[in-house]
């Protein structure tokens, strides 16, 4: 259905947009999905028209550190066995193919985004470079955004996509990008939950937030072979899987006991986790061993572990706990 006139369905759908962590494109699914088709400039512009803001406290997004989602896409392997089932299989025994290329794995596909920006970037290997296994011109785009970042956010990244993209950064002759900080989020789901699986597709269904689409091995077959349809549909599964990403983080952040200093990082008195100033004092106390802390929560993410620097212990304790 393509409606000139905006009904109050749509617009509450748009109105949305304000009161979670969705982009403009998520916007535009979600009208998509209720059955009115809306260009993505048109979603824009009526959100802008009703003044459709981010409830970020008081945050100044511009004076946040550079934090970038990732996510990539890789080939299988191509390799001899004798049979199926759990084995070791040694490096000699990857097959080479036609033109004399070892059927390692490479880069299919990588997406981004900066936090809280609705542009997703995304780049995706062309045909021909997938039947040549070449992947140098995009493994060199998602290079440039690492090196421009402060925190890098992926689901798994610390053991899967960023040891990944140093082994393709090296492999094609690059050299490491700038040092920033990591949040792996499944390490996150890990250490501070019990969710029945820790698999960004479990997270984001468990969560009701967006999901990922659905694919089969035979969609990394058909983009091995170079068919623009097949990787087409993967870029748009890499994107989604962005996406989710980013609202996965922004549901677990609050309960992050160990996020990097964000308010270091902008040099500001401001909220450790998510660098907004609507801190409100708890009342209670942060206690080590010698000193105790005043407790804060944020306003903006909801975090509640924040605490000051200035020890409001009145006197300097002497006596110490016997070490076990």
Known sequence: MNLKKWTSEEIDIVRSYERNHKTRRDIQDDLEKAGYKRSFKAVTRKIENLGCKKAYGNLDVSKLPKVLIVDIETTPMGVWVWSLGKQYVGHNTIMK???????????????????????VLSDVITPDEAKNREDKRIVSSVWKLLDKADIVIAHNG????????????????????????????LKA???????????????????????????D???????????????????????????????????????MRSHPNIAVMMDEDACTVCGSKSLKETGKFYYTGTSKFNLYVCGGCNSPYIRSKENQASREVSKRSVAR
């Open 189 to 215: 789901a890990r250490r501070e939950f019990s969710f029945s699986s820790n698999k960004q597709d479990f997270l984001t269904k468990f969560l009701k937030i967006e999901q990922k689409l659905s694919t």
């Open 217 to 255: 091995f035979q969609l990394w077959v058909d983009c091995m072979r170079g068919d623009k349809k097949a990787l087409d549909r993967m870029v748009k599964y890499n994107k989604h899987d962005v996406i989710g990403l980013e609202q996965l983080y922004l549901k677990l952040r609050p309960y």
């Open 97 to 119: 193919s036609d033109n004399n290329v070892p059927m390692d794995w490479h880069l299919l596909s990588w997406s981004a985004k900066w936090l809280y920006d609705d542009k």
């Open 158 to 185: 610390d053991r899967f996509d960023l040891p990944k993209l140093s082994t393709r950064f090296i492999a094609n002759g690059l050299n490491a990008p700038l040092p920033f900080k990591t949040i792996d989020t």
